[in-house]
């Protein structure tokens, strides 16, 4: 059983930033690329980032390119967000979940088996 626990949210302006944790547990780790999804109040749940199992690729969506940045570190079977220049359109909660197999498809939610439990942002204008 694997067990992803996420942190970091939270309430803040427009501009600011935020650093999002996600600390798994009961897997190894560092044999599978991890993603950041996001699910907004009446809208469906949508791929953010993904990094893969060594860290040193990764992949974004277009509405958050350029402003967060997903890294992890496989010592602390750890991985994060850094999302800078908040919008008020980053509002959401946020999930961290494991990628099943491979680096593929990764923008699939279908394709991740793990989740964990959320952790609200919320972006004030």
């Known amino acids: 059983q694997v067990q992803l626990v996420e942190s970091g949210g939270g309430l803040v302006q427009a501009g600011d930033s935020l650093r999002l944790s996600c600390a798994a547990s009961g897997r190894t780790f560092g044999s599978h690329a991890m993603g950041w999804f996001r699910q907004a109040p009446g809208k469906e749940r949508r791929f953010v980032a993904v990094?893969?199992?060594?860290?040193?690729?990764?992949y974004y969506a277009d509405s958050v390119k350029g402003r967060f940045t997903i890294s992890r570190d496989n010592a602390k079977n750890t991985v994060y967000l850094q999302m800078n220049s908040l919008k008020p359109e980053d509002t959401a909660v946020y999930y961290c979940?494991?990628?099943?197999?491979?680096?593929?498809?990764?923008?699939?939610?279908?394709?991740?088996?793990?989740w964990g439990q959320g952790t609200q942002v919320t972006v004030s204008p």
């Open positions: 979940a494991t990628l099943r197999t491979g680096y593929r498809d990764y923008e699939d939610e279908r394709e991740y088996d793990y």
């Open positions: 990094v893969n199992y060594s860290g040193d690729d990764s």
